[in-house]
């Protein structure tokens, strides 16, 4: 409950709350008076620069919870593993950042149904985004000065009823296997520029390419050659070339041969559509169409962080890349900072 009080009466009154000052040909805008401030006579002419005729003594009643509080609290029940807070609460308003690299992991099912609470928000960034450690993730706060405490607690329970909303997964540091099929590379007639890209983008993630091996378009041979990469410790496995529908590609039957389980062969995103997903036990087997020569960031980019996570992908998940999975092929491209694979 608030209470309004003259500004010349209030001197030597506690302060309940921030008040901020905007500085618009400053471009300015923070704190001028912190929470806590006992207010002096001294601060009457600034307080009046401020619009402020009037200030507020709050009476905290048993329903209610003050903004820093709720804020805290909330705050607290958004962040997941691999997350920390910022040090203060200021106006009701908490950061969240990644304690570590990793992959950003929004629930945004229960994101939405705090959002359309009253009263309280949280602002994201985009799900399975790679995020650094240090770099924000999320920002909340309550709206209002005083909150009602079953508000508070309507938050808190939506991280009990779906768990906690933002998280930061670490990827595994990984021993990736690369198979580059086609008989024009095998024979030697052209030279594969496949397998430089594929080491370069596994590197730059943090794992590296332990053998790479070169098959031509036969069945028996690709199925041998994945069965060697396994043998020699790969942890994961990329298929190049013979991706297509074309008679002779027949990288996706080398993969049945092996016995395979195939969770997708074909995907909602450009470029990429004819991506193949498959498990050989526990060891995912991604194959990458032809695509990935000529593109800098296709489906690969996108699903390969979260292979490292430890998800397990299926044709569900890459359906719902369909929204956002259109690349505009910009000519300056700004991936991962752009919409590419951020619908889901």
Do not use: W
């Not at 009154?13 to 929470?35: C, N, P, S």
């Not at 570590?100 to 399975?128: F, K, P, Q, S």
């Not at 995907?267 to 526990?282: I, K, N, Q, R, T």
């Not at 998800?311 to 991936?335: M, N, R, S, V, Y």
């Amino acid at each position: 409950m608030l209470e309004k009080i003259k500004l010349q009466d209030a001197i030597g009154t506690v302060l309940a709350h921030d008040i901020t000052e905007i500085k618009a040909d400053h471009k300015f805008k923070g704190r001028a008076f912190k929470k806590g401030h006992i207010i002096t006579k001294d601060d009457i002419p600034r307080l009046l620069d401020l619009g402020k005729e009037n200030l507020f003594f709050i009476k905290i009643t048993d329903d209610e919870v003050h903004e820093n509080e709720a804020g805290e609290r909330i705050s607290r029940a958004i962040a997941g593993k691999g997350v920390y807070l910022s040090d203060e609460v200021k106006e009701g308003r908490v950061n969240l950042y990644a304690a570590y690299d990793g992959l950003l992991r929004i629930n945004t099912v229960a994101l939405e149904e705090l959002n359309l609470i009253d009263e309280v928000m949280c602002a994201t960034r985009h799900n399975n985004f790679l995020v650094k450690k240090g770099e924000m993730l999320a920002g909340t706060r309550t709206i209002p000065l005083l909150i009602k405490r079953k508000t508070v607690e309507k938050v808190e329970n939506i991280s009990l009823k779906y768990g906690k909303i933002v998280e930061v997964l670490p990827l595994r540091s990984i021993k990736a296997g690369l198979l580059i099929t086609g008989n024009e590379v095998y024979h030697g007639r052209i030279k594969d520029a496949f397998e430089p890209i594929m080491r370069e983008k596994i590197k730059k993630i943090g794992s590296e390419v332990i053998k790479a091996i070169f098959v031509p378009d036969e069945v028996t041979m690709i199925a041998e050659g994945i069965k060697n990469l396994i043998a020699a410790g790969a942890q994961l496995i990329i298929l190049t070339g013979g991706m297509s529908v074309d008679p002779d590609d027949l990288t996706l039957k080398g993969v049945k041969e092996i016995g395979a389980t195939i969770t997708s062969y074909g995907a909602s995103v450009l470029p990429g559509a004819m991506f193949l997903m498959a498990y050989s036990g526990e060891i995912p087997i991604l194959g990458v169409p032809a695509c990935g020569m000529y593109h800098k960031n296709t489906i690969f980019d996108l699903i390969l962080p979260r292979v490292l996570a430890g998800e397990k992908i299926g044709k569900p998940e890459i359906a719902k890349l369909g929204h956002g999975g259109l690349c505009l092929d910009c000519p300056t491209c700004d991936f991962p900072h752009c919409g590419f694979g951020k619908g889901t």
